[in-house]
């Protein structure tokens, strides 16, 4: 499976990022959109990140492959770590995408069931988890 197919999977979850660019390279942006090459400055950037992405897609495949990484959106619900802690089981957490936890879980069961978290994109959870677990987020 691609990641453009997970893309399109996952619902096309994003998270908004700031870049400084410099005047010149902004400028060279803003002619090819003048010239129509692209409909704005985000779908230029989009379009460079997207074969940036693609002319890396084999390194990423084999180091997803190598480090056991979930590969585009992980949710944990409130009865996902409660079944954990019932099995005296934990987590650790390593995502390529979104990492999630449920609103509803209290910081206490998370600390009891997740060991670790790894995330490579974005981390979803209510502040209260983010902080109990911050020592756990690598």
């Known amino acids: 499976m691609s990641v453009h197919e997970l893309r ?77 802690r019932a099995a005296g089981q934990t987590l650790q957490i390593q995502v390529l995408g979104l990492a999630s936890i449920a609103n509803d879980v209290p910081p206490e069961l998370a600390l009891a069931t997740i060991d670790s978290i790894v995330v490579l994109g974005a981390f979803h959870a209510s502040p209260a988890v983010k902080a109990a677990l911050a020592d756990r987020i690598h």
């Not at 010149?24 to 002619?31: A, E, K």
């Not at 940036?52 to 084999?62: C, D, F, G, P």
């Open 8 to 84: 399109q999977k996952a619902g096309e979850v994003s998270e908004k990022i700031t870049i400084n660019l410099g005047v010149v390279d902004l400028g060279q942006i803003d002619l090819l959109v003048q010239e129509g090459f692209y409909s704005n400055r985000t779908d230029l950037i989009r379009t460079a990140i997207r074969n940036q992405l693609a002319t890396h897609a084999e390194v990423v495949r084999e180091t997803v492959a190598r480090k056991t990484f979930v590969l585009g959106l992980q949710r944990y619900t409130r009865a996902d770590l409660e079944a954990l």
